[in-house]
């Protein structure tokens, strides 16, 4: 057996680790896992963004896939730019790959702008792409905006009547519906109003609420509640993790709300191991 190899830490501090790089999943394997398909924007910290997405889908045992959707220039304090990748650009990575591969699960996140979320739509449709997740990413956890101020109302009437399921967090779901959201029976109304914009299943992420978490999941039917114990901090990319991880279990054949508690559990796990990379918000260890 190899051995170990030492690694220094701040303060001179020596720990032993045995490196994880050196043999990859059997080719037959890999070839017979589910396969989830992220549209995105990139996050140089990998804490969010299509970056967290894929180490997301490796983490549940489903092979990813990638189409960038915008650009951002960020770090763990703050969102300095952001751009959106050419609409024609967009459209020709996801012709090529789904061309040729076809995903068993789809999830978006920041998209950014008008023409991203068109080519998006149009190719839910034209290859008649199947659990579809939709986090609509609008806001940054630094306050910065993620959408261009037409690209709101395009969310709401061109995407969700193509979901399976939307994600939107607290904020989110205040501004998509226009209930504002202070208690859980807020969260139920939002609920109700979001469910007229055509998806499925609605999830209100909740990690927003002062004192626990709570992920309201709507069916059209019922109300089903996931609560958790609230961790103090800040974190990157919980978001994404959270609709990185259903996607996956919807791919692996999930129904909607087993792969719900999945995902809240995985976010929570990877909150309790978070590091810290920089100097603000810590990055989730999935």
Same mark, same amino acid.
């Given at each position: 057996?190899?051995?170990?190899?030492?690694?220094?830490?701040?303060?001179?501090?020596?720990?032993? *680790?045995?490196?994880?790089?050196?043999?990859?999943?059997?080719?037959?394997?890999?070839?017979?896992?589910?396969?989830?398909?992220?549209?995105?924007?990139?996050?140089?910290?990998?804490?969010?963004?299509?970056?967290?997405?894929?180490?997301?889908?490796?983490?549940?045992?489903?092979?990813?896939?990638?189409?960038?959707?915008?650009?951002?220039?960020?770090?763990?304090?703050?969102?300095?730019?952001?751009?959106?990748?050419?609409?024609?650009?967009?459209?020709?990575?996801?012709?090529?790959? #789904?061309?040729?591969?076809?995903?068993?699960?789809?999830?978006?996140?920041?998209?950014?702008?008008?023409?991203? =979320?068109?080519?998006?739509?149009?190719?839910?449709? &034209?290859?008649?792409?199947?659990?579809?997740?939709?986090?609509?990413?609008?806001?940054?956890?630094? &306050?910065?905006?993620?959408?261009?101020?037409?690209?709101?109302? #395009?969310?709401?009437?061109?995407?969700?009547?193509?979901?399976?399921?939307?994600?939107?967090? *607290?904020?989110?779901?205040?501004?998509?519906?226009?209930?504002?959201?202070?208690?859980?029976?807020?969260?139920?109304?939002?609920?109700?109003?979001?469910?007229?914009?055509?998806?499925?299943?609605?999830?209100?992420? &909740?990690?927003?609420?002062?004192?626990?978490?709570?992920?309201?999941?709507?069916?059209?039917?019922?109300?089903?509640?996931?609560?958790?114990?609230?961790?103090?901090?800040?974190?990157?990319?919980?978001?994404?993790?959270?609709?990185?991880? #259903?996607?996956?279990? #919807?791919?692996?054949?999930?129904?909607?709300?087993?792969?719900?508690?999945?995902?809240?559990?995985?976010?929570?796990?990877?909150?309790?191991?978070?590091?810290?990379?920089?100097?603000?918000?810590? =990055?989730?260890?999935?």
């Amino acid at each position: 057996m190899r051995k170990p190899d030492l690694i220094k830490l701040r303060g001179n501090k020596l720990i032993q *680790i045995h490196l994880i790089c050196q043999h990859s999943a059997p080719a037959d394997i890999i070839a017979a896992m589910k396969r989830a398909l992220t549209i995105a924007g990139s996050d140089p910290t990998g804490g969010a963004g299509l970056q967290a997405d894929i180490k997301t889908f490796h983490a549940c045992g489903v092979y990813g896939l990638s189409a960038v959707a915008a650009l951002t220039a960020q770090n763990t304090a703050m969102v300095a730019k952001s751009q959106a990748v050419p609409p024609e650009f967009l459209k020709k990575q996801l012709d090529t790959l #789904l061309s040729d591969i076809r995903p068993d699960a789809v999830k978006t996140g920041m998209l950014y702008s008008v023409g991203s =979320i068109l080519v998006v739509a149009d190719a839910i449709k &034209g290859y008649e792409l199947e659990n579809v997740v939709i986090d609509p990413v609008t806001i940054s956890s630094t &306050g910065a905006e993620l959408i261009e101020r037409e690209g709101f109302e #395009l969310l709401k009437s061109r995407l969700f009547p193509l979901a399976r399921v939307i994600t939107p967090n *607290i904020y989110e779901a205040t501004a998509l519906s226009g209930v504002r959201i202070d208690t859980p029976a807020d969260m139920e109304n939002a609920a109700l109003a979001l469910r007229e914009l055509g998806p499925d299943v609605i999830i209100i992420t &909740g990690g927003h609420l002062e004192h626990e978490t709570l992920d309201l999941v709507y069916n059209g039917h019922t109300m089903h509640r996931i609560a958790g114990r609230k961790v103090p901090g800040e974190y990157h990319g919980t978001g994404c993790a959270f609709s990185a991880a #259903l996607a996956a279990h #919807l791919a692996l054949g999930a129904p909607v709300v087993t792969a719900a508690e999945k995902a809240h559990e995985f976010v929570r796990r990877a909150i309790g191991h978070a590091i810290t990379l920089g100097r603000r918000m810590k =990055i989730l260890n999935v």
